[in-house]
C-alpha cells in the first residue's frame, strides 16, 4: 500500500473514517457512503443516506465541512422528479449540518442509489478512535437499535404507519448533536452503529485491546415492536452475515432469546454512536444528551478486562 507519515488513520484499521493530518493543529476527515433505498418516500431517502454519510465523522469527534453527491439512477425507467425529490432531501440535511455542496458525480444505472463524499475538520489531538476504549469505561449508546428489522418489514408491506414515521425520524436524525457534546466530556472511543450492528462494531472497539465488554440486555434502547418482528423471522440477510464474521467472540446468557441474538446483529441505518467514557463521568454525559432532546440514549454496558477479548450480554 502506499505510505504517508500524514496518514493518522487509514484502512489498516477498522476505523469510521480515513485522517490526514495538514498541520499541527489540522487534520482532514473523509468518508463515502451510498446505499439503495430503504424507504418509499424520495425526500426521506435522500435526507437519510445524507445523514448517515455524515455520520462517521461526528464519531470520530470531526466536524463535516463539504460533502459531494454519488448518484446511481435508472434514467430509463424512473422519473426525473424521484430523483429531484432525493438530491433536495440531501440538500436539505447537508444544509441542516452546516456543510457546503461542493459537486458530485452521476452515472445511468440499473438501480438508484444515493449518498454523498464527505470531508471534515478535526484537531490531530483530538480524533477519537474506535478501539481507545480504557478498561472500566461505561458504554452509551445514543439511538435505539432495530432500523434494519423494521426496514425488512416495510419492505414487505407489514409495517404500521406510526412504526415507519418513527423509524424515518430516527434514522435522517443527525448525530451532530450527541458528537458536539460528547467532545465536552473525557470521551476514550467512539463509533457509530451501522452495517455490522450492535454486536459487529463493538468487536471492532476491542479487537487488539485485550478488553472486553459486558452489555445490560435490559439496557439496550430497541424500536418499539422490533422484537416481536425479530421472533416472527423478519430478519435481514446482513443479520446472518454479521453473525458468521463475528459470533465466535459474541456471547449470550442462557436466557437470551434468538431474536434477541437477531437484534445485537441487526445491520443499522445511520444508527447512533456508541461512545466509551470513564464511568466517572458517564452519568454526566447521559444527563447532557437526554436534556438535549436524545432521550433514547443509555447506559448499556461496561469495559472489562475480566474475559479477554470477548463480549458478553447479560
Known sequence: ?????????????????????????????????FFTPIVDDPYMFGQIAAANSFSDIYAMGGIPKTAM?????????????????????????????????????????NELKYGLSVT??????????????NNNDLLILTKPIGTGII????????????????????M???NKTASDIMKNFPVSACTDITGFGLAGHASEMIMGTGLGITFFECKIPLIEGVEEYASMGFVPGGTYNNKDFRSSIVNFSDNTGTYFSDLVFDPQTSGGLLI?????????????????????????????DSHGENIFFK
Open 1 to 33: 500500500m502506499p505510505q504517508d507519515s500524514n496518514l493518522i488513520v487509514g484502512i489498516e484499521s477498522s476505523d469510521d473514517a480515513g485522517v490526514y493530518k495538514i498541520s499541527d493543529d489540522l487534520a482532514l476527515i473523509q468518508t463515502v457512503d
Open 276 to 304: 466509551s467514557i470513564d464511568r466517572h463521568n458517564a452519568d454526566m454525559l447521559l444527563n447532557e444528551l437526554t436534556d438535549h432532546g436524545i432521550d433514547r440514549a443509555s447506559i448499556i454496558g461496561e469495559v472489562t
Open 69 to 109: 453527491n454519488i448518484v446511481c439512477f435508472p434514467s430509463k425507467t424512473m422519473e426525473i422528479s424521484i430523483l429531484r425529490d432525493v438530491i433536495r432531501g440531501g440538500l436539505d440535511k447537508i444544509r441542516e449540518a452546516g456543510v457546503v455542496l461542493a459537486g458530485g458525480h452521476s452515472i445511468d444505472d
Open 151 to 170: 426496514n425488512t418489514v416495510i419492505k414487505g408491506g407489514f409495517a404500521k404507519e406510526h412504526e415507519i414515521q418513527y423509524v424515518t425520524k430516527t
Open 172 to 174: 435522517s436524525t443527525l
Open 120 to 133: 471534515g475538520f478535526v484537531h490531530p489531538d483530538k480524533i477519537l478512535r474506535n478501539n481507545s476504549i
